[in-house]
């Protein structure tokens, strides 16, 4: 079991946002600044997209930003658009695990 | 091209063993932490082990330490995977992963296949 939870799944429409959350404790999420987000599409390989919370790496869409309350980290995505269906992950320094279980987005 | 590019996986028996290598090419791996990252079939990201600029300090995810032995040679800008005493749960593909600080890996290879089964 992932010390960080996230929703196995989530939706949404084209051009609509959808919201993916990362849960963790005061060890991990709560006490560091250091929340990663990772975009996986099928039989590829992860590409970071989110750092440090909030930053967004040369050549990410700003359609993509993090954000942090307490011991949750959310994953934005506005304007949704068909080559945002994937798989996510966040990461976090500071717990027993450094992965959530991830999250399958489906672009309806 | 910016690329890391993993080999040497394959398919192996109970108790065997592999060595993956992970080649950095256009982009160097000098100075940074390294990662290996596994993804069974169907299934999550998962840690397994890293090293720090110099390669003397090393950390593994429990259920790996004392058979796998991850390695780099900083000249060769290469990251290394020696993998022994292989069970059926090892069977994943396997990531190596440039860690630009706190767990944050901004470079990935495309992962290579390690399959054990009898």
């Known amino acids: 079991q992932s010390a960080l939870t996230q929703p196995p799944s989530a939706s949404g429409s084209l051009g609509q946002s959808v919201t993916i959350s990362c849960t963790g404790s005061?060890?991990?999420?709560?006490?560091?600044?250091?929340v990663s987000w990772y975009q996986q599409h099928p039989g590829k390989a992860p590409r970071l997209i989110i750092y440090e919370v909030t930053k967004r790496p040369s050549g990410v869409p700003d359609r993509f930003s993090g954000s942090k309350s307490g011991n949750t980290a959310s994953l934005t995505v506005s304007g949704l658009q068909a080559e945002d269906e994937a798989d996510y992950y966040c990461?976090?320094?500071?717990?027993?695990?450094?992965f959530g279980g991830g999250t399958k987005l489906t672009v309806l | 091209e910016v690329q890391l590019v993993e080999s040497g996986g394959g398919f192996v028996q109970p108790g065997g063993s592999l060595r993956l290598s992970c080649a950095a090419s256009g982009v160097t791996l000098f100075g940074y932490w390294v990662d290996w990252v596994r993804q069974a079939p169907g299934k999550g990201l998962e840690w397994v082990a890293n090293t720090n600029p110099d390669g003397d300090e090393k950390y593994y995810m429990d259920s790996v330490k004392g058979r796998f032995t991850i390695s780099r040679d900083n000249a060769k800008n290469s990251l290394y995977l020696e993998m022994n005493n292989l069970r059926v749960e090892d069977t994943a593909v396997y990531f190596c992963a440039r860690n630009r600080g706190w767990f944050s890996f901004d470079l990935w290879g495309q992962g290579t296949l390690v399959t054990v089964s009898s």
């Open positions: 990461s976090s320094f500071g717990g027993l695990r450094v």
């Open positions: 005061s060890s991990d999420v709560g006490t560091y600044n250091y």
